[in-house]
C-alpha cells in the first residue's frame, strides 16, 4: 500500500509545529522536528519556507511582558518563579507553560 506524501506540505507543518513547541519550551520536541525536516528533501526547503515563513508571520502576536519573563525563567529552570510569573495570564502559551512549571518544580522538590 503506497502512501502518497507532499514534502512541502510537510515542511510547511513541522515548521509550524516547531514554531509552536519553542513557544512552550519543548526543546527535544523542537529537536525530534528539526530532525525530521532535515529528512526532507532540498525541494522542500526551497519551496516551503517561504509558506513557513507566512504562517510564522500570521501567528505572530506582541507576547505580554509577563509572559516573555515567565518563559525566560522557565528556560533558566526557575520553574516556581515561573508559575508566579504566569498566574493571572489566561493565554493557551501562558496557562501550559504555568501548569508544567508547577509539575517540573514539584518534580525538581522530589530529588
Known amino acids: 500500500m503506497a502512501h502518497d506524501y507532499d514534502p512541502v506540505s510537510i515542511y510547511v507543518e513541522l515548521s509550524a509545529a516547531i514554531y509552536e513547541l519553542e513557544t512552550r519550551g519543548l526543546q527535544l520536541q523542537v ?26 508571520t500570521q501567528q505572530f502576536q506582541p507576547e505580554h511582558p509577563r509572559l516573555i519573563q515567565g518563559r525566560s525563567l522557565f ?37
Not at 529537536?31 to 510564522?56: I, N, S, T
Not at 495570564?89 to 517540573?104: I, Q
Request: aromatic share 12%; net charge positive.
Open 31 to 56: 529537536k525530534w522536528a528539526a530532525e525530521q525536516l532535515v529528512g526532507l528533501p532540498e525541494h522542500a526547503y526551497e519551496q516551503g519556507a517561504q509558506k513557513a515563513a507566512q504562517y510564522k
Open 75 to 111: 528556560e533558566l529552570k526557575e520553574y516556581q518563579r515561573a508559575a508566579h510569573m504566569l498566574s493571572g495570564l489566561n493565554t493557551p502559551v501562558a496557562v501550559f507553560l504555568r501548569c508544567y512549571a508547577l509539575y517540573l518544580a514539584g518534580d525538581k522538590r522530589k530529588e
